[in-house]
């Protein structure tokens, strides 16, 4: 690899970390789980041009909340789909960082919202947490197969995906303390 093409990848990439912190910027300002998968995906959108973008929720008790609040979004409801932790692994075996396909994916279809199919030949599936325990993907979808390949770098989609997790785990620790505030508390005097 030459001296010049060494600063081009190091520019683009400098590029696509200042795309991600504007969304990161965004997805802190949220206020609520809907809101933040809402940011997520119109950056996404934005910043990166990526047609297709959704979550996929792990079924469990400590995601039922989450789940809940992403059901009840209009914005959300088609665009996302719920998994049991055992389709889950088989989908995601190793769930602890991002994963770039654009071959075999027709396992891959299962992650799909069950209102809406899209036309992918590559996928993104990048992990977050609730917590500190996996609790699904977001996914990039895109038309062409060349757009992402198990080749790929993954390191700013993981540092993203870290992020996007302590903010939803923020936000749900937020929720859940307002589920168990006493109701005489919630009386002013």
């Not at 200042?18 to 949220?30: K, L």
């Not at 932790?85 to 299962?110: G, H, M, W």
């Not at 197969?145 to 903010?167: I, N």
């Amino acid at each position: 690899m030459t001296m010049k093409h060494t600063e081009e990848i190091k520019k683009i990439n400098e590029q696509i970390s200042q795309r991600f912190n504007r969304i990161e910027a965004g997805i802190n300002a949220t206020r609520d789980i809907p809101a933040l998968f809402e940011t997520l995906f119109s950056g996404i959108q934005k910043e990166f041009d990526i047609p297709f973008v959704w979550v996929a929720l792990i079924d469990r008790e400590d995601t039922a909340s989450m789940i809940a609040a992403v059901e009840a979004s209009e914005t959300l409801k088609n665009r996302f789909c719920v998994l049991s932790a055992e389709s889950f692994k088989r989908i995601v075996p190793d769930a602890t960082k991002p994963v770039l396909a654009n071959r075999n994916l027709q396992l891959c279809y299962r992650l799909l919202p069950p209102a809406r199919k899209y036309f992918l030949k590559s996928l993104a599936m990048v992990p977050f947490e609730l917590q500190g325990r996996i609790a699904g993907v977001w996914n990039c979808a895109d038309p062409s197969a060349e757009r992402f390949t198990p080749e790929m770098e993954t390191d700013l989609l993981a540092v993203f995906g870290r992020a996007l997790s302590r903010r939803l785990t923020e936000l749900a620790a937020g929720s859940l303390q307002a589920d168990f505030i006493p109701k005489e508390d919630l009386c002013d005097d």
